[in-house]
């Protein structure tokens, strides 16, 4: 079992940029593929960027590609979100997501773990 705590949500201007960060606890992180989801007022929850066990492979959702970029600290125990030229369609509620092994993987039900997400809100 591994927990799973986000932080560093909040309000930002459109353009602007915030970085997430998801602290574990538990068994060996390095042992988890992790990925971002994010889940916006009245729509499914979807996959935001995915990251291999060492950190040496990472993935995106288009609509991110090229502003946001997930790394991961495996000493640190932790893994993070930059996300650049915010725009409002960027507002959500963001999570972080542990999944046993390293099979990459984009649908919401292939994590087991979830933190309790963090609010990202873009004003424009």
């Known amino acids: 079992q591994v927990q799973l705590v986000e932080s560093g949500g909040g309000l930002v201007q459109a353009g602007g940029s915030l970085r997430l960060s998801c602290a574990a606890a538990?068994?060996?992180?390095?042992?988890?593929?992790m990925g971002w989801f994010r889940q916006a007022p009245g729509k499914e929850r979807e996959f935001v960027a995915g990251i291999s066990l060492s950190g040496g492979s990472t993935y995106y959702a288009d609509s991110v590609k090229g502003r946001f970029t997930i790394s991961r600290d495996n000493d640190k125990n932790s893994v993070y979100l930059q996300m650049s030229s915010l725009n409002p369609e960027d507002t959500a509620v963001y999570y972080c997501a542990a999944r046993f092994g390293g099979t990459r993987a984009t649908q919401w039900s292939g994590y087991p773990h979830w933190g309790q997400g963090t609010q990202v809100t873009v004003s424009s």
């Open positions: 538990g068994r060996t992180f390095s042992s988890y593929s």
